[in-house]
């Protein structure tokens, strides 16, 4: 039997990297993409604002991450995510919920036009994402199961308000 906390904090750290890959302009989104959805469990559901998103399979979750990336690009704020810390719960013997805090740091030129930033928008902010993690039935490592990105998404309106129309 696989023990849920430690693979929970080797799939933080298979993730960290693969999300942290976004910000390097070398690495196509795609490669970025493939890498984070293969922490992704078929059926991997997204719960962000209200609006439920369901992954049937790694093809649709590397498309759906890779647009993701793609919009952010385009919005001018950029991909450059980072991670600073997790916390970690085992709810059983198989499954685990994990908090991870990512900090964004926007693009010096982040498309919002004028030539006044706020400090937060120089800076960037923190954000929590909390993941359901779950250990194969198998016994290997684990994956995400579900998501809630609603800080992630606050947070993003409250800086970039005009994100979803661009």
Known sequence: MVNVIPAAKT????YAYAVTQ?????IPYSTTAAA????YHANFTSFTLGTITLFPDKAFSRAAVEESLVKYNKSG???DFRYETNRIEAVGRE???VWITWRIVPQQDSGRGGTEKTKCQEEGWRFTD???FRVAASGQTGAWEWSNADDEYEKLLENYPAFFSS
């Open 95 to 97: 499954s685990a919920v």
């Open 130 to 132: 909390v993941y359901g």
């Open 22 to 26: 976004a910000g390097n302009s070398s």
């Open 77 to 79: 704020l950029g991909t």
């Open 11 to 14: 799939a933080v750290a298979a």
């Open 36 to 39: 984070m959805a293969e922490l």
